[in-house]
């Protein structure tokens, strides 16, 4: 295992997590009658994100500030939420797909005493796709 490559890749999920938990709270703003689903997913993100901090702890990561990640999530939440609703939901289940691949990539590369947190990271991007499924009744 490279662990700089490892370690990379933890932290990165981790501003990812951070970002995305203000991206769906922003779509929840923005697309209201969905705000309860879009909320739900941000609680799911901000969970996972909390549980990445204890290997942030372990490999001694620094992450980029909070307000920095949130900002990046809310800026991309309003280049997206020009579509339709729909439509997003539809290109986010696709493009989730990739995110899963490589979480499980990650979970390849780590030591066994990392792999609950890290196929807990896998099974969180299953599960939005699971919730956004299910939202458009597909």
Request: one cysteine or more; hydrophobic letters at 45%.
């Amino acid at each position: 295992m490279n662990n700089t490559q490892y370690t990379l890749l933890i932290l990165e999920a981790y501003e990812d997590e951070v970002a995305g938990g203000a991206y769906f709270d922003s779509l929840a703003r923005v697309y209201r009658e969905h705000s309860s689903f879009f909320k739900k997913c941000a609680a799911l993100e901000r969970t996972t994100a909390n549980r990445l901090i204890e290997l942030l702890r372990k490999y001694h990561l620094t992450p980029s500030a909070q307000i920095t990640l949130e900002e990046r999530g809310a800026l991309d939440a309003r280049i997206e939420a020009t579509s339709d609703w729909r439509v997003l939901m539809q290109q986010s289940i696709k493009s989730y797909a990739r995110y899963v691949a490589e979480f499980e990539a990650l979970e390849a590369m780590g030591p066994a005493e990392d792999q609950p947190i890290l196929a807990a990271l896998t099974a969180h991007e299953v599960k939005l796709i699971e919730w956004m499924r299910l939202e458009i009744g597909f």
